[in-house]
């Protein structure tokens, strides 16, 4: 895992506070709050879930660059080069 080779891991899920430890890894993370702060400090924000709770525009606005693997960026209209589809 990144973890491992000294990447810093941050989530945020309304749905899931904590995660659970899986059966090969132990992540022991809980949710962060998304501010411009965090999305700004960020190397990449990676989009896994589209939930319909996010502003994916302020997202995109804040983070320096967004993998976007669910097409949840597909409205957003400024910011488009920060956006990478997978």
């Known amino acids: ?6 990447a810093e891991i941050f989530y945020n899920d309304p749905m899931i506070p904590k995660l659970k430890p899986g059966r090969k890894h132990d ?4 949710s962060t709050p998304l501010s411009e702060e965090v999305l700004k ?5 990676m989009i896994l879930t589209d939930h319909s709770d996010y502003d994916y525009q302020w997202i ?27």
């Open 1 to 6: 895992m990144r973890q491992e080779k000294g």
């Open 27 to 30: 992540f022991s993370l809980s």
């Open 41 to 45: 400090s960020m190397d990449l924000v």
């Open 60 to 86: 995109v606005e804040n983070a320096q660059l967004v993998l976007d693997t669910r097409n949840a960026t597909k409205d957003v209209t400024v910011g488009r080069e920060k956006i990478v589809k997978a």
